[in-house]
T-cell receptor
Framework: EDKVVQSPLSLVVHEGDTVTLNCSYEVTNFRSLLWYKQEKKAPTFLFMLTSSGIEKKSGRLSSILDKKELSSILNITATQTGDSAIYLCAVGNAGNNRKLIWGLGTSLAVNP | GAVVSQHPSRVICKSGTSVKIECRSLDFQATTMFWYRQFPKQSLMLMATSNEGSKATYEQGVEKDKFLINHASLTLSTLTVTSAHPEDSSFYIC???????????????FGDGTRLSIL
């Protein structure tokens, strides 16, 4: 059965800290891995990763995929209170149903 | 970028009422949309895949007659919660992607969600 596992489930840090969130997967016929940020409303898209070893970066956030290890990390440097959110990882397979398999998320709290 | 609009954002109604939620793709045509349900502090649970011009594909355990999905155009899908009861109270979210191939070749973009409260 396909599954996506995120760790840690929750994390509390202070402003300015750097955090690393993990996502591992077991998915048949892997297509891509996606990261989303969810605050009070619905998830907002952060990154989509398809190739191993190529870092994607947006401001203080970056992410990379390791297909050999079947995992991805999301890094946030110089964290701010506005980074407090649930970070969701999802993986798509190359089948025709176009569903995503979702992890449970990592709840990040950044304290001032 | 892709924009998905969901309406209403919040519904409070009495038990037995049917509630319709709309999901629109504003700047692209979406042959497929997805409906999720999310309980507090839990991840997204896919309810069904909405296919334009054909029947929705429901996930195991989701009642088709309870959660009616209609995808009549390339930009609009609706979810109707029929005869809603307090246990149907939840956060319902739709999403859509531009992709025409396998899952994940285009990211799903989400509407803002509908918080449904049944009294």
């Amino acid at each position: 059965e396909d599954k996506v596992v995120q760790s840690p489930l929750s994390l509390v840090v202070h402003e300015g800290d750097t955090v690393t969130l993990n996502c591992s997967y077991e998915v048949t016929n892997f297509r891509s891995l996606l990261w989303y940020k969810q605050e009070k409303k619905a998830p907002t898209f952060l990154f989509m990763l398809t190739s191993s070893g190529i870092e994607k970066k947006s401001g203080r956030l970056s992410s990379i995929l390791d297909k050999k290890e079947l995992s991805s990390i999301l890094n946030i440097t110089a964290t701010q209170t506005g980074d407090s959110a649930i970070y969701l990882c999802a993986v798509g397979n190359a089948g025709n149903n176009r569903k995503l398999i979702w992890g449970l998320g990592t709840s990040l709290a950044v304290n001032p | 970028g892709a924009v998905v609009s969901q309406h209403p954002s919040r519904v409070i109604c009495k038990s037995g009422t049917s509630v319709k939620i709309e999901c629109r793709s504003l700047d692209f045509q979406a042959t497929t949309m997805f409906w999720y349900r999310q309980f507090p502090k839990q991840s997204l649970m896919l309810m069904a895949t909405s296919n334009e011009g054909s029947k929705a594909t429901y996930e195991q355990g989701v009642e088709k007659d309870k959660f009616l999905i209609n995808h009549a155009s390339l930009t609009l899908s609706t979810l109707t919660v029929t005869s809603a009861h307090p246990e149907d109270s939840s956060f319902y979210i739709c999403s859509a992607d531009r992709g025409t191939g396998g899952a994940g070749n285009q990211p799903q973009h989400f509407g803002d969600g509908t918080r449904l409260s049944i009294l």
